[in-house]
């Protein structure tokens, strides 16, 4: 029951396989991250079963939701919490935004670590915060990016609220280690800034590591977090708009709960189906996914080992891979998209909408089999 699916999502109305189409062209979109596989049979199966009852008004978190999210919170994270810790969100990126409306002042900045995830850069801006960038570590041999105090002692002020960390990071792969995610929490600590973690890639580990949550640091030095995580990746039900914030501290899940107020819609009562059926039922589909995931990555790894203008890091989580072209020599990374998109027929993600120019992003969410056919126009294109 668990295999993989991979149905054709062309005429599907998909973000990913309809934006960048052309006419006569097989383009394969490696952009957006949504994965080119069929959710969890247990899943689809909720989902009809919520359908068949017909009416859909609004709703309220099912117990049985409750039940499943605070069970999976302790068993695959190890965290207990409590139901009354948790809002549910119709989304990360909005939480984002409502994480820096909660703890919003005039004159005040939040952080953000580039290159990271293209919301990051405006949600201070939505919820009345500057943005100030304290870029991750790059090893200038590996490639391999770590979380910088010294970059956000430097970045810091006495207005600082808010530190918005992604981990796992979107786009450069890495799971956090406890030591990073112990610096940073101390950091916020010691100044009383709120610790915002989206850690929506959590359930897509590839390395045989553990997730480090900031939930686990709550409280250490009187630290306040507020951690958004989400099935949605790790399932691929993106689409149906699904999230929830762990936020232990009353007063901040007040303030949190009050500048959702007027612009974030309810969840959908399809949406707590899937995601109990992915929680409860899920992890044998999980699995799958990982090893095809891994297997994708190793294929990444191998295939740039040969194609020295395009470098990769080892990439420990997501299904995202952060590639560095600076030395393919075409000009900035909206230049590699373009180059790829016209010579290969394939969509990349620009590296310039997470901060770096130099890079492209390849969504690694699809069959083995689309990732060799991938390489072999990548290889074509530039030995061309
Ligand atoms: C780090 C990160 N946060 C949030 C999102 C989007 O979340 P949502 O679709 O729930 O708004 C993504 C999607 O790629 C992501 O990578």
């Known amino acids: 029951m668990s295999e993989l ?34 959710s969890p ?3 689809i199966a909720a989902i009809k079963e919520r359908a068949d009852h017909g009416v859909f008004g609004y709703t309220q978190a099912p117990d049985s939701t409750v039940t499943a999210v605070i069970e999976y919170l302790k068993n695959t994270h190890g965290q207990t919490v409590d139901a009354k810790e948790i809002v549910w969100t119709p989304g990360l990126v909005p939480a984002l935004s409502t994480a820096v409306r909660a703890v919003s ?5 939040a952080i953000i670590m580039p290159p990271v995830y293209t919301p990051f850069f405006n949600a201070p801006a939505d ?52 030591e990073e995610l112990t610096a940073v929490a101390n950091f916020c600590a010691q100044r009383d800034i709120v610790l915002c973690s989206d850690e929506i890639h959590c359930d897509l580990i590839l390395d ?19 951690t958004l995580m989400a099935p949605s990746k790790t399932y691929n039900i993106a689409g149906l708009g699904f999230s929830f914030a762990v936020i232990p501290d009353a007063k901040l899940r007040t303030a949190f709960r009050k500048a959702m107020g007027g612009f974030v819609p309810p969840l959908s009562a399809l949406s707590y189906s899937a995601a109990e059926a992915a929680y409860r039922h899920g992890e044998a589909w999980r699995q799958n996914i990982l090893t095809e995931l891994r297997r994708n990555r190793d294929l990444i790894t191998t295939e ?47 590296g310039s909408d997470y901060g770096d120019n130099n890079y492209i992003r390849m969504n690694f969410g699809c069959p083995t089999a689309t990732m060799v056919e991938a390489f072999k126009r990548i290889r074509k294109a530039v030995e061309a």
């Open 208 to 226: 045989d590591v553990r997730h480090n949550t900031a939930i686990s640091m709550e409280g250490t030095g009187g630290l306040r977090t507020i």
């Open 105 to 109: 002042s005039p004159e005040g900045n």
């Open 41 to 43: 049979p247990e899943v």
């Open 127 to 178: 919820g009345g915060l500057e943005k100030i960038e304290a870029p991750l570590h790059k090893d200038p041999e590996t490639g391999r990016y770590s979380i910088d105090i010294e970059s956000l002692e430097q970045a810091v002020t006495p207005a600082t609220k808010l530190v918005i960390l992604c981990n796992p990071h979107n786009p450069v792969g890495r799971a956090f280690t406890k």
């Open 304 to 350: 740039l080992a040969s194609i020295p203008d395009m470098r990769v890091a080892h990439i420990e989580a997501t299904y995202l891979a952060w590639i560095d072209c600076t030395a393919l020599n075409i000009g900035n990374a909206s230049h590699a998209q373009q180059f790829f998109y016209e010579r290969a027929g394939i969509a990349f993600s620009k």
């Open 5 to 38: 699916i991979s149905p054709d999502r062309r005429h599907s109305d998909s973000l990913k396989w309809k934006l960048f189409a052309k006419p006569d062209t097989d383009i394969l979109p490696m952009w957006v991250a949504d994965m080119d596989f069929a």
